[in-house]
């Protein structure tokens, strides 16, 4: 592939555009070498936005890791990287996932980058609209679930027990060693954190980002936060029937159920319960104060901060795992509706100035 360039992959994959792929960044922490043939949209490296209002409400210095910015929108462009990547090298044609929307959205397109067959498996009716419409634009064989996640990921890894597909969920190593990149970016960016506001969904996240803390020889608190109707790591016991308004962590089994115990442990940090009216707020608030639109599983991370306060900490930094634009339904059921108005001067005034 990058074989008539001796120092590696072509500038457009290292830096062309201002920034490398993520691989190509963090190589020397990663599992590849730069001879691999390395599938990359360019991923990682996302913004890191200071959070003014919201440092206010809690006393902290508040910061936004915006993974909506990657190329899929959404974090999962990190791991998903790594793990197609993986299986262009193993050989593999197909690569599945089970997902409640953003590990398909992301998996068709790293599957389409390589020319590699994908399926997805995801909850009948239960994905939020923009991520359908992308697992479906990049070719991926879209299967529609009559049942839930949990249901989903039992069934591919029978399934890739079976046949020679590669699994790429987070219970994929690689998925995890390229999303513990965004901690070492934080470490990077802010030096000092103290600690970190997450989602929790089939914690593969929480994982990665403990894994990276470490590697990068820091330690910050790790606050988790599950949707109340979805939170088997707060009880400690399965949700048969999950559910919550934050579609993409809608998971009452955890697949990275140990490890994110561990995490939370070792970090002397907790994982708590936002309800969704909680989540809701923060996404509503963090769209209208801070100008950054999310998608609701991603402000369960600020709905926790609002809720449980910094506890302490100085920096902190909440990830937003997710854009506000996978879920344009939700956001609409949320909003004012939109003014209508007749086409002349007058009528506009009004229209414009109440
Ligand atoms: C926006 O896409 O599980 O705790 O199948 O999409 O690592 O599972 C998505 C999870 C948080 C939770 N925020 O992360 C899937 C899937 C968003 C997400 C999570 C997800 P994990």
Redesign the pocket.
């Known amino acids: 592939m990058s074989t008539s360039y001796p120092s590696g992959p072509p500038c457009a994959q290292r830096g062309g555009h201002g920034h490398p792929g993520l691989i190509h960044r963090f190589l020397d922490r990663l599992p590849f070498e730069a001879d691999d043939p390395i599938v990359t949209l360019m991923e990682g490296s996302t913004p890191l936005v200071h959070a003014q209002w919201l440092s206010e409400r809690v006393g902290a210095q508040v910061y936004l890791k915006i993974e909506g910015a990657n190329p899929t929108g959404?974090f999962?462009d990190r791991g998903m990287c790594c793990a197609v990547t993986q299986a262009v090298k193993e050989g593999s044609e197909a690569v599945i996932c089970?997902?409640?929307?953003?590990?398909?959205a992301s998996a068709a397109a790293y599957a389409a980058r390589a020319g590699l067959r994908g399926a997805v498996i995801v909850p009948d009716g239960k994905i939020a609209t923009g991520k359908l419409a992308q697992a479906l634009m990049h070719g991926a064989r879209v299967i529609a679930l009559r049942g839930n996640?949990d249901e989903a990921l039992e069934l591919v890894r029978e399934l890739t027990d079976k046949h020679p597909i590669a699994l790429v969920n987070?219970v994929n190593p690689y998925r995890i060693a390229g999303q513990k990149t965004a901690g070492f970016e934080l470490v990077e960016e802010l030096g000092q954190i103290d600690a970190l506001c997450i989602?929790?969904?089939?914690?593969?996240?929480?994982t990665a980002y403990w894994e990276g803390f470490q590697e990068a020889g820091v330690a910050p608190r790790l606050f988790g936060f599950q949707a109340a109707g979805a939170a088997p790591l707060v009880s400690g016991l399965r949700v048969e029937k999950p559910e919550t308004v934050a579609s993409?962590?809608r998971?009452g089994n955890?697949a990275r159920w140990e490890e994110a115990m561990t995490a939370m442990t070792q970090s002397n940090g907790r994982i708590s319960a936002v309800t969704d009216e909680e989540i809701l707020d923060a996404y509503r608030l963090l769209a209208a104060m801070e100008g950054v639109f999310c998608?609701p599983?991603?402000a369960a991370s600020v709905a926790g901060l609002l809720k449980f306060g910094a506890d302490g900490a100085e920096t902190v930094a909440c990830v937003l795992?997710?854009h506000g634009l996978k879920d344009p339904q939700t956001a609409l059921e949320q909003t004012g509706s939109v003014l209508p108005c007749e086409p002349n001067l007058s009528a506009v005034e009004k229209a414009v100035l109440g």
């Open positions: 959404s999962k089970a997902s409640t929307g953003n590990t398909a996640f987070s989602p929790v969904g089939n914690a593969g996240n929480i993409a962590i998971i955890p998608e599983a991603s795992t997710g």
